[in-house]
């Protein structure tokens, strides 16, 4: 891990030209004003507004990635960056191109016995029925690589052409597009820091429903961290996390989202390769709770920018 007075001038990318942009910039200026106040000489740069090679003209030697969704988290701006020179935070062109695909991650994890909830991929011609048969009918109809919850429907009821509307949704923000089970039950997350794995934290959404605007805006979403679960099964799901994070090829920081179903098992949905580091957000409250501010957080963070 590179010591802090060897980042120099580092840029913070933020906003950029995903569905996310809005998130990315909430993001974006909270690590600014964290890392300012730890001395760290960073900036603002907004690739949506910027070309990427105006980071060398400018004399900067690092990029903290704060982008959201598509360009900043799927392998697309850590190639530019790796073809520029410029060390950045988060993991690499190859993992965060696979964990963006949610449809790919899911492969992976299922070849190595990570347990995912089973899924179809899908398209106009589908046989919805035929889905229900080897699902079940409680499902979610997601694009494959889209985040916060962008596109998604959740399917409680398959008769009236619900699955063919969801799917039309999705398929407006991706091509490809995935019909999962919907699995009941506690919903967690597990931020990992480098090598560990943050207090998991437990989520309680309004009517169940952690959409976009429960995610980022709603008072009314409930977080418990500590999680309240049995001290052991925190244990389990850590290091089946990291496991998860590690097969994917993900490197840095991130976090895994998973339902812990009241049998005590689990399933993981997916990983997140740059998230949010809002005021709402997960990875900046588990740290907390592991006596980490946000500030140390951005800090350690930035101290393991690399290239490639």
């Not at 790919?104 to 011609?125: E, H, M, N």
Request: proline fraction near 5%; include cysteine.
């Amino acid at each position: 891990m590179r010591p802090l007075h060897d980042c120099g001038k580092v840029a913070v990318l933020l906003g950029g030209p995903s569905a996310e942009r809005e998130i990315s910039l909430l993001s974006g200026n909270a690590v600014v004003g964290a890392l300012r106040s730890k001395g760290v000489d960073a900036h603002p740069f907004d690739p949506a507004e910027r070309e990427l090679f105006e980071l060398k003209r400018e004399g900067f030697q690092c990029a903290f990635i704060a982008l959201h969704g598509r360009f900043g988290e799927d392998g697309t701006v850590q190639g530019a960056l790796e073809t520029i020179g410029i060390p950045y935070t988060g993991s690499g062109v190859a993992a965060s191109s696979l964990a963006m695909d949610k449809w790919r991650t899911k492969l992976v994890w299922s070849a190595v016995g990570i347990p995912t909830p089973p899924w179809r991929v899908v398209d106009a011609s589908t046989d919805w029925m035929g889905i229900v048969a080897a699902i079940g009918d409680k499902l979610i109809v997601k694009p494959a690589r889209e985040g916060s919850t962008i596109g998604i429907t959740k399917i409680a009821s398959v008769d009236h052409g619900e699955l063919a509307a969801a799917y039309e949704l999705a398929a407006r923000h991706d091509e490809l597009v995935l019909v999962e089970e919907f699995v009941t039950g506690m919903e967690l997350t597990a931020g990992v820091l480098g090598r560990r794995v943050l207090p998991l934290i437990r989520i309680e959404a309004p009517q169940g429903n952690y959409d976009y605007h429960n995610k980022y805006f709603s008072d009314e979403t409930k977080y418990f961290c500590p999680s309240g679960i049995a001290a052991d099964q925190e244990r389990e799901i850590a290091k089946l996390s990291l496991r998860a994070f590690d097969v994917v090829g993900c490197t840095g920081w991130g976090r895994l989202d998973l339902i812990l179903r009241d049998d005590g098992t689990f399933s993981f949905l997916e990983v997140n390769t740059s998230p949010g580091m809002t005021g709402h957000s997960l990875v900046p409250r588990a740290a907390r709770e592991a006596g980490i501010s946000f500030a140390d957080l951005c800090v350690e963070i930035l101290r393991g920018a690399h290239v490639g």
